[in-house]
């Protein structure tokens, strides 16, 4: 079942500017609050937590019931795309996610719709529960990486700062990676629809390593699989919302707004508010407070806050920060941060 939903998270990510200004922050479920800190110890690792539905939809609903956040975005993870490939996944306690690299074709996976759809039936399941339990005055969010950052980890194996390897490769080996995205796209726009049709009121594509990328680069690799992965999503569901989030890519955001079809482009913290206010006349905007402001707290975030809100809120507008929110951060911070966005009066 599609729940197509009027709030005013839905009516700005369409385009239309509403009184309020609706929030909600990317990594709002995690490790800053204490009772997902006790959930993850009972789950055991970090993927059981995501495939096990019931705990997923919990650690889902969390911030919701200390903040008055107006989504919440599903529990999950950007590699469980590759993981339901047939890619080995695991998580290493303070190293982050690791991978078996894939080296050359023949290391490719296969995509089968109906194997990858039943791997990944817990994550819909945790969607169902999710949006049976929601009021109908919460959206919500479901997600997934962009085939650019899931090829950096499928190719690299783990993390990196620069992906130089993983750039060098495309260009060796162009037809292999072309295979590669080609795979990706199918994978990530079935993955997507199937999150739709279990209750996801939009969705958003990370492309969490777009910035690592040269202009040509970004356009072969992020804008041009991203612009497919929409158009598949928006034939099965027109009316459905498409955030698109190509971190770290400066001056290309118009080009990404313009080549991809999405609905709404989230902007990190590098980028100015007079080119957000530019990006408006275009897009629904979303972003874009510092984290380590929110990490630091007080005064000095709540004046920044305002100072979006005032910059950039008279057109279609979601309030956000440019990353996700640091594990460190004290929720007493986030619970003033999402208070002044709520407080916050437009001029008429």
């Known amino acids: 079942m599609v729940f197509v939903m009027e709030t005013d998270f839905i009516k700005n990510l369409r385009g239309q500017a509403t009184d309020t200004i609706p929030i909600w922050l990317m990594r709002q479920a995690g490790r800053y609050l204490p009772e997902y800190r006790e959930l993850r110890a009972q789950a055991g690792d970090f993927l059981s937590l995501c495939y096990n539905p019931v705990m997923a939809s919990e650690v889902t609903l969390q911030p919701l019931r200390r903040f008055d956040l107006d989504a919440a975005i599903i529990f999950s993870d950007i590699l469980v795309v590759p993981h339901a490939l047939g890619q080995k996944v695991w998580f290493v306690a303070g190293e982050g996610p690791k991978l078996s690299p894939i080296k050359s074709n023949s290391d490719l996976p296969k995509f089968n719709q109906d194997k990858f759809l039943e791997f990944l039936s817990p994550v819909f399941k945790a969607l169902e529960i999710t949006r049976s339990t929601l009021s109908q005055d919460k959206s919500l969010i479901g997600f997934a990486g962009a085939p650019w950052t899931l090829a950096c980890y499928m190719i690299n194996g783990q993390g ?3 992906y130089q390897n993983v750039r060098l490769h495309a ?17 990530i726009s079935c993955y997507l629809i199937q999150k739709i049709t279990s209750g996801a009121n939009a969705v958003q594509i ?6 690592v990328l040269s202009c040509e680069e970004f356009e072969s690799y992020s804008i041009q699989p991203t612009a497919k992965i929409i158009a598949n999503v928006k034939q099965a569901y027109p009316d459905i919302p498409i955030i698109g989030f190509p971190r770290g890519v400066g001056f290309n955001y118009p080009n990404y707004i313009k080549n991809t079809g999405i609905d709404a482009v989230s902007c990190d913290q590098g980028v100015p508010l007079a080119h957000m206010k530019h990006f408006q006349s275009d897009v629904c905007v979303q972003g874009n407070l510092d984290n380590l402001l929110l990490l630091k707290g007080g005064q000095e975030m709540v004046d920044q806050a305002l100072t979006i809100c005032q910059e950039v809120s008279d057109k279609p507008f979601i309030f956000n920060i440019g990353h996700g929110v640091i594990k460190e951060t004290n929720p007493v911070d986030v619970a003033l941060l999402v208070n002044t966005v709520k407080n916050f009066r437009k001029e008429k």
């Open 160 to 162: 990196s700062r620069d």
């Open 171 to 187: 260009r060796q080996n162009p037809l292999d990676f072309q295979r590669l995205l080609d795979l990706l796209v199918e994978a």
């Open 206 to 211: 990370f492309d969490s390593w777009a910035g």
